[in-house]
T-cell receptor, first 113, second 111 residues
Framework: DAGVIQSPRHEVTEMGQEVTLRCKPI?????LFWYRQTMMRGLELLIY????????DSGMPEDRFSAKMPNASFSTLKIQPSEPRDSAVYFC???????????FGPGTRLTVL | GNSVTQMEGPVTLSEEAFLTINCTYT??????LFWYVQYPGEGLQLLLK?????DKGSNKGFEATYRKETTSFHLEKGSVQVSDSAVYFC??????????FGTGTRLQVFP
């Protein structure tokens, strides 16, 4: 299996632009998680899905952030409009079942100028 | 609620030294416990896990024992290498869908 795939690996954009991050989970995994990691705040859970349905989005910082999972093999995290404080590494992870080990993607390093 | 507490880093060691990174937890029921490792520029990857009391997880020379009486899951390695330099995260899964992660402990190993 190829593991969790994320794209792009690096994204540099200007403040106010829309940013879309993409994730392909491991086939057969029922759960998908989006995390953000910064030096200041560490690793934060933003939102997670079960069987393509958003379950808990309490970690999404603002209405500028939105996430979708249109099918079992694809999810997006969108920031519109982006701000410099959104600069971070964004990870996607998937797990087979409830409370099971999570497999992380390589992350997308986002820089908002 | 469920929580994980890890020792503050960085932990700085010389090559071949003994490593301990402390992890304690608070949880209802019988959680599974995990150690993840994050190498520079990479995502987190599972290092080892234990699913019930007294279980010992092990991988790549690292070990951790699930101690219910002390609610701990300390990570140990007998002889660290420079290549072990990374950030280590303790995590638990309780009666929820998600994992609860500690804040991470940075390990720096010098030749």
């Amino acid at each position: 299996d190829a593991g969790v795939i994320q794209s792009p690996r690096h994204e540099v954009t200007e403040m106010g632009q829309e940013v879309t991050l993409r994730c392909k989970p491991i086939s057969g995994h029922d759960y998908l998680f989006w995390y953000r990691q910064t030096m200041m705040r560490g690793l934060e859970l933003l939102i997670y899905f079960n069987n393509n349905v958003p379950i808990d989005d309490s970690g999404m910082p603002e209405d500028r952030f939105s996430a979708k999972m249109p099918n079992a093999s694809f999810s997006t995290l969108k920031i519109q409009p982006s701000e410099p404080r959104d600069s971070a590494v964004y990870f996607c992870a998937s797990s087979r079942s409830r409370g099971d080990e999570q497999f992380f993607g390589p992350g997308t390093r986002l820089t908002v100028l | 609620g469920n929580s994980v507490t890890q020792m503050e880093g960085p932990v700085t060691l010389s090559e071949e030294a003994f490593l301990t990174i402390n992890c304690t937890y608070t949880a209802t029921g019988y959680p599974s416990l995990f150690w993840y490792v994050q190498y520079p520029g990479e995502g987190l990857q599972l290092l080892l896990k234990a699913t019930k009391a007294d279980d010992k997880g092990s991988n790549k020379g690292f070990e951790a024992t699930y101690r219910k009486e002390t609610t701990s899951f300390h990570l140990e390695k007998g002889s660290v290498q420079v290549s072990d330099s990374a950030v280590y995260f303790c995590a638990l899964s309780g009666d929820t869908d998600k994992l609860i992660f500690g804040t991470g402990t940075r390990l720096q190993v010098f030749p």
